[in-house]
């Protein structure tokens, strides 16, 4: 599972009871400790291939989320990184948003999702981009819709203070640093990714970094520019599509170093892959810049390119890592420390009187 997926097992940890609300859910694509609770989807589970290629259906998640019935409930939490914070709660309850980021797509990510070299110059112009101004509009509209935001890093409170105009407290997503840590295997000679294969993650820069190198990759994940990545990479790089937690825990453990080559909000698996003792080697923006220390638990690089990433990765390759070093930095970010923010949190806003705003 993702970043958004953990929040959510750990919600769940606390609220065993509460009902959930998704736009599609897909059957054992989360964990048991998610699917045990009473499921509720929007409309567009049930539209054709709604399930797998939900993200065809993006107009229309507006429409969905705000067609949820909350009325029963005191407490809506919601998870979001598009439309789930724009939910209607009943006046009478609190809404806490924990915000894994303003909508990307719509905000200061559109060309790499729709601009011209993707999309073409036509429909970039004429059907994306108004598509994307107007979904924009309604995201910032519908902020104040919660009462109190947390970031899932400094970097997504500051995207929020600047699009949505709010304050949100920051508490980092949970890693199971019990889970993930270190083992007696050798670190092999290859890198790692493990990344949905979307545009942002600037996949395609490590491909290229690794090819001028001669450095065998192995990228764990899957997405819709999985065949793009495939047809642009060559020989040595290895497409494993999901894997399991114990086998993801397993490539951290092999690989010479992980690499984060695109701006992350935050960023699960640099903290992850530290836990398990490996090094990371990441783009110097956004997330990378709490939870990777240069020359420390990784490398950072500065420009998005190939070029910087490929003499990153050469530095990476010299230095000597501690890894009780690695390992201690991962800790700052242990599940149990989200979970006890997030108590003192929900705790807070629902002591407020009610309609308080952060």
């Known amino acids: 599972m993702r970043g958004g997926e953990r929040v959510l097992e750990?919600?769940?940890?606390l609220y065993p009871d509460a009902d959930l609300f998704t736009l599609v859910h897909r059957r054992g694509a989360v964990s048991p400790a998610i699917e045990r609770?009473?499921?509720?989807?929007?409309f567009i589970q049930q539209l054709p291939m709604g399930v797998r290629r939900y993200r065809q259906y993006l107009p229309l998640f507006p429409l969905a989320v705000e067609r949820f019935d909350l009325t029963p409930y005191d407490l809506v939490i919601s998870s979001s990184h598009c439309a789930a914070k724009a939910v209607l709660a009943p006046a009478h309850a609190r809404h806490i948003c924990y915000c894994h980021s303003p909508m990307r797509y719509a905000w200061d990510?559109?060309?790499?999702y729709f601009g011209p070299a993707r999309k073409g110059v036509l429909a970039s112009r004429l059907l994306y981009r108004p598509v994307m101004s107007r979904l924009a509009r309604w995201d910032a509209a519908t902020a104040s819709r919660v009462h109190r935001f947390v970031a899932n890093s400094a970097h997504v409170a500051e995207r929020i203070r600047r699009y949505y105009r709010r304050v949100a407290t920051v508490v980092y997503p949970p890693v199971d640093t019990h889970f993930f840590h270190p083992s007696d295997v050798a670190p092999g000679s290859h890198?790692?990714?493990?990344s949905a294969l979307v545009p942002y993650k600037r996949v395609d820069i490590a491909i290229d970094a690794c090819a001028r190198l001669g450095i065998p990759l192995r990228i764990v994940g899957d997405g819709p520019e999985r065949a793009a990545l495939e047809r642009r990479a060559g020989p040595d790089v290895a497409f494993l599509g999901h894997l399991s937690d114990e086998a993801v825990r397993d490539e951290?453990?092999?690989?010479?170093?992980?690499?984060?080559?695109?701006?992350?909000d935050f960023g699960i698996v640099p903290v992850e892959a530290q836990a398990c003792g490996r090094p990371v080697v990441a783009l110097a923006r956004g997330g990378a810049l709490e939870t990777v220390v240069d020359n420390e638990t990784g490398v950072l690089f500065g420009d998005p390119d190939a070029a910087s990433?490929?003499?990153?990765?050469?530095?990476?390759?010299?230095?000597?890592?501690?890894?009780?070093?690695?390992?201690?930095?991962?800790?700052?970010f242990a599940q149990e420390r989200h979970v006890s923010a997030m108590r003192g949190?929900?705790?807070e806003s629902v002591a407020a009187p009610v309609g308080t705003r952060w």
Do not use: K
């Open 191 to 194: 890198m790692l990714i493990v």
């Open 345 to 347: 949190v929900i705790a």
């Open 309 to 332: 990433l490929a003499a990153a990765l050469e530095r990476v390759a010299r230095i000597t890592f501690d890894r009780a070093r690695l390992r201690a930095h991962a800790e700052q």
């Open 252 to 264: 951290y453990r092999q690989a010479l170093a992980v690499i984060m080559p695109g701006e992350e």
């Open 10 to 13: 750990a919600l769940c940890g």
């Open 109 to 112: 990510q559109f060309d790499a």
């Open 37 to 42: 609770h009473r499921i509720t989807t929007s």
